[in-house]
Structure formats: C-alpha cells, structure tokens
C-alpha cells in the first residue's frame, strides 16, 4: 500500500509495510490476555463480594469518581458543625439485634416438611419491618436464609453491633405445645424487664399455651443458651410453640404480625424504663472470665450450644485410651486424633499446645488413706490439680473433698454410680441423672459449681459426649495413665516414675488414681523432675477459659 507524505517541504511517496504475522499473533496475544485479566478480576471480585455476603464490594470497586460527594469548602477537610449533629444524630436511639435461630446447613428442628430455620426467617423479617417502621435500628445476626452463621459469629456480631438488646427467635420440637421465653441465670433488671414484656406481649396476642418464662436450658439452671449467656446486652430467647404442633402453626402463621408488634412494643417499653444499654449498673452488663483463684473456690458455669436431637446421634459404646504411637513431640497419636475427631463436642483427649505444659488430674472412686499425703505434696510443690469424685466417695469423705476445695483444686464431676459398663449403657435420662445428681449434691452441700466430668473407665458414645455438653460440662478424657488402680497389685515405684518421666509431651493430660501408693510415693519426686525438663504444671481452669 503507497501513500504520499511531506518530508522536510518536500513530498514523497512510501509504501507502508505490512504487519508481519507473528507481529499480529503478538498483538492478538496481549490484546486476549488483558481482557482476559480484566474478566478475572471482575469475577474474582463478584466471588468475594457474593462470599463475604458484603453486598458493597463490586459498588465500591465500579463507582465513578463523579459519583463521591464534593465538599463545599475546597480549605479545609475537617467536619463541620452540621456534619456532627447529623452523625450524632443517626447513632443516637434504640437499636436491637435480632436472632433468627439455625439457617442455611442447621436447618433446626422440622415436621412435615415445615422447617424452624424457614419459620424463625419469616418472622425476624416481619419484627425488622414493625421495627424499622417505628425508628428502630435493627441489625441481623444473619442476612439470609441460606447461610449458616455459628453460634461464636452470632454473638460476636451481636456484641459488635452495640445494640440495646438481644431477641433470638427459635421453634420448639417435641411432647408439649405453647410459647416460653428463657433469660439466662445471672439475668438482671433490666433483663428480666425486657424478658417479661416480652412474653407477656406474645402471650396477649394469642398463643395455645402459656409455658412461662424459664431460667438456663431445657436441661436446668446450671447452664444458659449460648447465644443470651454471652452477648453484653439484655436478651432473651423465645420458643414460638412446637413445630409438630399443627395448632401452634397455626398460631404461627396467623399471629406472626401481632407477634412482631408485640416484641416491638416490648422493646420500646422496656427501653422507656431504662435507657440505653450502655447507661445499665456494670453488674447487669459485665459478663467476665471467671478467674482462676475464683474457679477454685466456687467453680465454674459453662454456658455451651445446646446440642438437638442426641438421640438421632451415636450411642455405640467408645473404650479410650491413649495408645504408644507418639509424634515428634512424643504427644500420643490416638490422642490428637481424637481430639480431632470430636472436636465439635466439649471434650479433651489432650490439649492441643506446642508449650511444655501438664495439666494433672486424679481419679476418686474411693478412699484408700492416699489423698491427705496427696494433697500436700501438691500444696508443697504449688500444684494445682483436677480431682474426679464419685457420689460414694463424696459421702465417704466429705472433709478431703472441702479440702479439695479450700486448697484451690478444681473438683470434677466423676458419676453419680460409676456404672462398670460406661454411660452409654444407660438411657440419655440416667446419663443425664449421672452428671446432675452429683451436680446438685456439690452445689447444695459445697456452693461449687462442678464444670469437669471423667466418663467412668473411658467409655463413651457421641451420645454421651452431647448430653454432658447439654448439662454444661466438659469432659476430660487423658494423655497418659497407666495400670495404677489395682490397690493389690501395685506397680514398682521407680519403674512408675521413669513411664510417667519418659511420656512427658506439650498439653499433657495425666491420670493418676488416687488409690496407688505407687503414684503418693513418686509424685513430688515426678513434679521436680517434670519442671527440670522444662515443664508447667497448669491450671485446667486456664485451658477453660481460653477454649471458644
């Protein structure tokens, strides 16, 4: 192809070369892979907005500059007066956090193709709209039906949204029918006052039943929900009647705009009478780790999620121990990987730490003479341990377990009969009985809150380990024991001392039985020993707190 072009006044013609075709292969090249860059990023992008469920992402990312908001005053970039009356203005008021129960993967509790995750939905929607109507501020502690949101993430977004009140929504499933409302244990004034309001509204605006306004869990007052038993602001849980209940369906669907009127009105009643949140007593708001010295003392309540349906769970009998196959840390295998494996329970097969620490723990099924030298070898070395008593023992020696208690050792819950063949032998209502009827004994007798339980000689099922969840306890299981209890045949002292030496690992969770001379005779000489090496004897109290 020629052309003609001016080149220093003078006019010539040239001939413009043709590309060559790798020169255009190359172009082409770039050309698709900037576009193709372009299209990732785009997608990347949608991917993260859709999966941190923002909804802002991609608005933010595609926003024109145009579209920012210009100031006024080109000087100066501080807020103006009106600036901050106006943002005074939209934080000040009365905000609530509602909690519809389950969603997305926890569908909750079901009959008939009817779905609590579904009905809990419909109805925080409709308290949102009564709500916002009024001037309400609401935050969701989940924005859809399809997403899962833990319990942990519920309260942690409750906690940060810094509302006035927490209101988780929840169905019911089972041998009954009718609405109940449940506050936690430690539940204050204002607490109460919302909680009553409440229930009282729901109940005006018609239910089958009235079942009343209940302390704890389903299973006592030892525990709470975990969602109300760990946010910072009053709450409440409510039960709107049985999902197997076709009148409280009924009910459900027919009321479900009275009924979000009447928790809205509630609300507002409530807040007439005290105010915001953060202008409550400290004794209502503060819930605090309960410190080591004090856990000594009166022990501790767990507040863990409430496991449903533990009968659709496995009841097979579970025997444990340990094993000799250990890591490069010498932590047992069998260990790890049943911590592992039943890591969604509240239970310890070994405590899961790179740091050189013991956690150490004795089994009482019954008084030998051992524990007074015990006890004060521990007082000696300033160790404090975990005793596990059984109800025979208690009765048998009630002076050593105050003991036990004044010189600051955590006391654990080791069965109310130590059945022979392990909980799961038992119905769920006896293993339940196992747990409380100690439980209540200690409280009653000792205003000691037990929080530790030992299943009787290690043997468990998935059962077992959600019906100590529900009780607010959790299990410790061990990392090390060996044959130690037989009180006729006991094992060579020195060889003893060398086993216990030789399994030392990270997070270490020792079993020794109270009745052994063996482990009376050796167990200073074992406590030197162990902190030679570099070792910690820790307090189990520790491991509790710092476990979500």
Not at 295 to 307: E, Q, V
């Amino acid at each position: 192809m020629k052309y003609i072009r001016e080149n220093n006044g003078r006019s010539e013609i040239v001939e413009k070369r043709r590309h060559s075709r790798a020169y255009v292969i190359q172009a082409v090249v770039k050309w698709s892979f900037c576009i193709g860059v372009l299209l990732l990023t785009l997608l990347v992008c949608g991917f993260l907005d859709k999966k941190l469920n923002d909804g802002k992402l991609m608005e933010k990312l595609t926003k024109s500059e145009n579209e920012k908001p210009v100031s006024l005053d080109t000087e100066s970039s501080e807020p103006t007066e009106a600036d901050t009356q106006a943002e005074t203005e939209e934080k000040a008021g009365l905000s609530v956090c509602i909690d519809p129960g389950h969603g997305g993967m926890d569908p909750g509790c079901d009959h008939n193709g009817r779905v609590e995750s579904e009905d809990n939905w419909k109805l925080a929607l409709e308290v949102k709209k009564e709500m916002e109507e009024v001037g309400i501020k609401v935050v969701m502690t989940r924005e859809d039906n399809n997403t899962k949101v833990f319990l942990k993430d519920r309260v942690e977004i409750a906690n940060a949204s810094d509302a006035d009140y927490f209101i988780s929504l929840h169905r019911n499933k089972g041998d009954g029918y009718g609405v109940e409302t449940w506050k936690t244990g430690s539940a204050g004034e204002a607490t109460d006052t919302l909680t009553e309001n409440i229930h009282n509204g729901i109940v005006a605006a018609g239910v089958q039943r009235d079942r009343g306004v209940k302390t704890g869990t389903e299973t006592g007052e030892g525990s709470d929900y975990y969602v109300i038993g760990n946010t910072k602001m009053p709450a409440c849980l409510i039960e709107f009647g049985f999902i197997n209940s076709e009148e409280d369906n009924r009910l459900f669907d027919e009321k479900l705009s009275a009924y979000a009127k009447a928790i809205t009105k509630a609300v507002q009643d409530t807040y007439a009478q005290f105010g915001e949140t953060k202008s409550l007593p400290t004794d209502e708001l503060d819930k605090k780790d309960v410190s080591a010295e004090d856990a000594g003392k009166n022990g501790i309540r767990l507040s863990y999620p409430a496991i449903d349906n533990v009968s659709a769970l496995s009841g097979d009998t579970l025997d444990w121990g340990q094993g000799t196959n250990v890591d490069e840390q010498n932590r047992p295998t069998g260990s790890l990987s049943y911590q592992e494996k039943f890591k969604d329970y509240t239970a310890d097969f070994i405590i899961p730490t790179n740091e050189k620490k013991i956690y150490l723990t004795l089994d009482e099924g019954y008084e030998y003479g051992c524990t007074p030298d015990i006890l004060s070898t521990l007082k000696e070395k300033g160790v404090k341990a975990v005793f596990f008593v059984t109800q025979p023992y208690i009765n048998s020696s009630p002076e050593l377990v105050k003991q036990m208690i004044d010189d600051g050792h955590i006391l654990g819950n080791h069965s109310l009969t130590h059945p022979a063949a392990g909980l799961p032998s038992q119905s769920l209502e006896e293993q339940e009985k196992e747990v409380m009827d100690v439980h209540n004994f200690i409280k009653e007798n000792y205003n000691y809150d037990m929080y530790l339980f030992r299943f009787p000689a290690g043997k468990f099922s998935e059962q077992s380990l959600a019906v100590l969840n529900n009780c607010g306890y959790r299990g410790v299981f061990w990392s090390f024991a060996y044959l130690d209890y037989d009180v006729e045949n006991q094992p060579d002292e020195a060889e003893s001392l060398q086993k216990m030496l030789d399994r030392l690992h990270p997070g270490a969770i020792y079993l020794l039985h109270a009745e052994s001379w063996t482990n009376t005779h050796v167990l200073g000489t074992f406590i030197d020993k162990a902190r030679e090496a570099g070792y910690e004897f820790a307090d189990y109290s520790e491991v509790v707190q710092q476990t979500p």
